[in-house]
């Protein structure tokens, strides 16, 4: 609320990541229940978008279908949906009415011309030296080919 009143609703949108379990985050039995609740504060509240997080590619728990369906149908406007999407997954979510954008984050490190390959039906890279996250120097950021390179 203090963000919305200090700089606009139509600047704020959020991410939420239900079944994170970031900074030891534990599942609780209330956790589909509290991200309900959420959202409907959220969308009451005008927010542009919520961006909802499944890191269950990275090891978490998968955010339940049911979860993201009921977060869908309590917010009418922008919903964003991230976490292990292929293009098929992504293009079934937004069909189906269940996003409006789906989010990606790793394959940009690793598919420099993402964009292009989904558009082309391309295949992604798999290749993804997790040992140069976060570090300094181009390696592991600027050194993956082009998939016409390759």
Known sequence: EGTIKAI???KVGIRLSPYGVASD???YPEVDDTYKYLAEK???LGVVYIHLADH???GAPEVPQTIKTAIRDR???TLILCGGYT???AEEDLE???ANLIAFGRPFINNPDLA????NSNPLSTELDKDTFYSPGAKGYTDYPLYASR
């Open 56 to 58: 269950s590619s990275m």
């Open 96 to 98: 189906s009415g269940l």
């Open 8 to 10: 606009g609703k139509d």
């Open 25 to 27: 985050m534990h599942y």
């Open 116 to 119: 292009e390959r989904l558009a």
């Open 87 to 89: 293009a098929e997954r």
């Open 42 to 44: 959220l969308n009451a």
């Open 75 to 77: 917010m009418t406007g």
